[in-house]
RNA sequence: UGGGGAAUCGUCUAACGGCAGGACAACGGACUCUGACUCCGUCAAUCAAGGUUCGAAUCCUUGUUCCCCAGCCA
């Protein structure tokens, strides 16, 4: 029971810190790390471990949590993605201060960690190919059988671990293996590889100096230990890598032993956390690429117009657990509203005009209201709106004929124009298709600020004015996949995208206060939701916004039901 | 069928032998110049079976279901 709804959220991993720091252990220090592999962008899911790692180092005194790059594969691995992962830890808001770290730092001391354990005996050069090796570890219910090579002299492993350093060995052909228990049940022990041969790439950290590559069970523990970690956290399919964790640290000269942490991964309904995934995406073209709006990275995320508090509220409301969980992506929405409600300016956008002509209001003339920018923060102040004969209104808000229950425009009824006066639809026009183009209305010069008297009018509609309100290109984003969990059942996940996770409207109209509105700022669009002014939007005078979020919308759901009704 | 994990409202999560609580969702209502926000209310869970105990989500036993592992990826 928590008595104080303040409090800092609990999770295990957590008590499991209080209760080290609290007995002396670590001489009570905290030190974490997020250890993110430079071969794509973060997304979400990392962004549940960023929270929790930087999280606990900033809620504990003196706690301390670097950046460090898990760059052992120069293959997969590229500057893009090490400055990508960079700005966005840093757009969360975390600070690994002078700590940014990448595990090729490293790679002269684990050079020298691997010549002790061949010393003592503990690991040996194996010149068994790929396939072969596989053959040889066994299965899941059968054992493995020693390599030929297990045997091998100290002299001549030492010899032969040199000469591959040297680049005396092609491309697999030796490996240095662990010598721990080719008979273990956990696959893991069964002699895994410390060290390959990769010639002929460059790393981006170290270039052409090495031409051996430590693998991550080898580099992970040492680095740890190397940078003073005390709490080592990562996901649960780490959780059987932790015996050879601990192996690799009990049997070298090394002061430091990190307890390693496991929790389970986030999952999100609707889309996926894979990098090898989302990379897919982006190769084939399925997105337009990394910090495409539909991505769950944090690019994508930060373009579509999530606030990083936000994200910082979710993952403190998923928790950390060691449960598998699917998250609903109404947990995310509900975070990203309630910080867009409050911090959000608000602002009229037609996204599909409907031109209203005012009958009785003269003809060149306009005025200008006055509209608060939110509707309980008035420290947001007001802005101007331009009123005059010839507005734009959604074509969604007016009905020829109409359920009781809508209450916008329809033909011969009344609504009142938000922040305006009340109008009154007198005529329908059309064209020769039957399709509705133009409303003739009357307005009530009365009602502005105030509600007559002698009788009710509900509804409420937004509106542009239609010769000073500006063009806008509008992105409406939906879910990527259709799929509450994509790929699931052994389908391919490509084939369950959302065919309609885009729509982009080309003919929006924006109130003329946004003129000046510059790429990342913020609007709720009165009765329509959230948006983000894209970076697309150009000086020149292209405007692009992306939805980042619709408003629930109770209305939605009562035309839906009545539609299932018949 | 080897090893490692996990099972609590629809979803996420709390409880650490002592009233199964919260958030989201859903549903109903109030308010409203945003069918938004806000407020009030309702619905709703301990995987199963045994055992220990005054008392079990929690401890024990036996099952069941789900997840991860056979990359020279991380």
Redesign the pocket.
């Given at each position: 029971?928590?008595e104080n709804p303040n409090a800092a959220?609990?999770?295990?991993i957590r008590?499991i810190i209080e209760q080290d720091i609290g007995s002396g252990k670590n001489g009570g220090k905290l030190h974490t790390r997020f250890?993110p592999?430079p071969?794509g962008y973060l997304h979400i899911g990392h962004a549940k471990s960023i929270c929790l790692n930087f999280g606990v180092a900033r809620d504990y005194a003196g706690g301390l949590c670097n950046l460090r790059f898990?760059d052992?594969?120069p293959?997969?691995e590229n500057m893009e993605f090490v400055q990508a992962i960079q700005a966005d830890v840093k757009w969360l808001g975390f600070d690994w201060q002078e700590r940014l770290y990448y595990a090729s730092d490293y790679f002269e001391q684990l050079y020298q960690f691997a010549i002790e354990l061949i010393s003592k005996g503990k690991a040996y050069v194996?010149d068994?190919?790929?396939d072969e090796?596989?053959e040889y570890?066994?299965?899941?219910?059968e054992p493995g059988r020693d390599s030929p090579f297990r045997s091998r002299a100290v002299e001549e492993n030492l010899d032969l671990f040199k000469r591959m350093r040297a680049g005396e060995f092609k491309?697999?052909?030796?490996?240095l293996r662990a010598k721990i228990d080719m008979a273990s049940?956990?696959?893991?022990l069964r002699d895994?590889?410390l060290y390959?041969?990769?010639h002929g790439v460059t790393h981006h950290q170290t270039n052409d100096a090495w031409c051996i590559?430590?693998?991550?069970?080898y580099?992970?523990p040492i680095s740890d230990a190397l940078e003073g970690i005390t709490h080592s956290l990562c996901t649960?399919?780490?959780?059987?890598?932790?015996p050879l964790y601990d192996w690799v640290l009990d049997n070298i000269s090394i002061d430091c032993h990190p307890q390693q942490i496991?929790f389970?991964r986030l999952n999100l309904?609707y889309t996926i956390v894979s990098k090898?995934k989302l990379a897919q995406l982006v190769s084939e073209g399925h997105v337009d690429g990394w910090d495409d709006p539909r991505m769950p990275t944090l690019s994508g995320l930060r373009r579509r117009g999530f606030t990083p508090a936000s994200i910082l509220t979710f993952c403190e409301?998923?928790?950390?657990?060691?449960?598998?969980?699917?998250?609903?992506m109404?947990?995310l929405?509900?975070t990203l509203?309630?910080d867009l409600?409050s911090r959000a300016p608000?602002a009229m956008a037609v996204l599909n005009p409907l031109k209203v002509v005012i009958s009785n209001y003269l003809e060149g003339q306009t005025e200008h209201l006055s509209a608060a920018n939110?509707?309980?923060d008035e420290s947001m102040g007001s802005r101007e709106l331009t009123f005059a004969r010839e507005i734009y209104i959604d074509q969604e808000d007016f009905r020829e004929e109409a359920p009781r229950?809508?209450?916008?425009l329809v033909t011969g009824g009344e609504v009142?124009?938000?922040?305006?006066?009340i109008i009154k639809c007198d005529e329908v026009i059309k064209d020769e298709a039957g399709e509705i183009v133009e409303l003739r209305c009357s307005y009530d010069s009365e009602?502005?600020?105030?509600?007559p008297e002698d009788r009710k009018v509900k509804?409420?509609?937004?509106w542009v004015p239609a010769a000073e309100s500006l063009q806008a290109e509008v992105h409406l984003y939906d879910r990527l996949f259709n799929e509450p969990l994509p790929g699931s059942g052994g389908v391919d996940f490509l084939t369950q995208l959302n065919p309609d996770s885009l729509r982009t409207l080309t003919h929006c109209r924006l109130e003329p206060s946004l003129r000046d509105a510059k790429p990342g700022q913020r609007f709720?669009f009165?009765?329509e939701g959230y948006f983000c002014v894209d970076s697309d939007t150009d000086a020149d005078g292209k405007r692009v916004y992306n939805r980042i979020v619709t408003?629930?919308?109770?209305?939605?759901?009562?035309e839906q039901?009545a539609k299932r009704k018949g």
């Open positions: 029971m928590n959220p609990t999770n295990f008590q250890p592999e071969n898990d052992t594969n293959h997969k194996c068994l190919t790929p090796a596989r570890r066994g299965t899941l219910t491309d697999g052909s030796r490996v049940p956990n696959i893991n895994p590889i390959r041969v990769r590559y430590p693998m991550y069970d580099t992970h649960l399919e780490f959780e059987d890598h932790r496991e389970s309904q090898r409301r998923i928790g950390v657990t060691k449960a598998d969980n699917l998250v609903e109404s947990l929405e509900n509203r309630e409600d608000r939110h509707p309980k229950k809508f209450k916008r009142r124009l938000r922040n305006a006066y009602t502005l600020g105030k509600n509804g409420v509609i937004h709720q009165e009765r408003l629930r919308d109770s209305w939605a759901k009562i039901e």
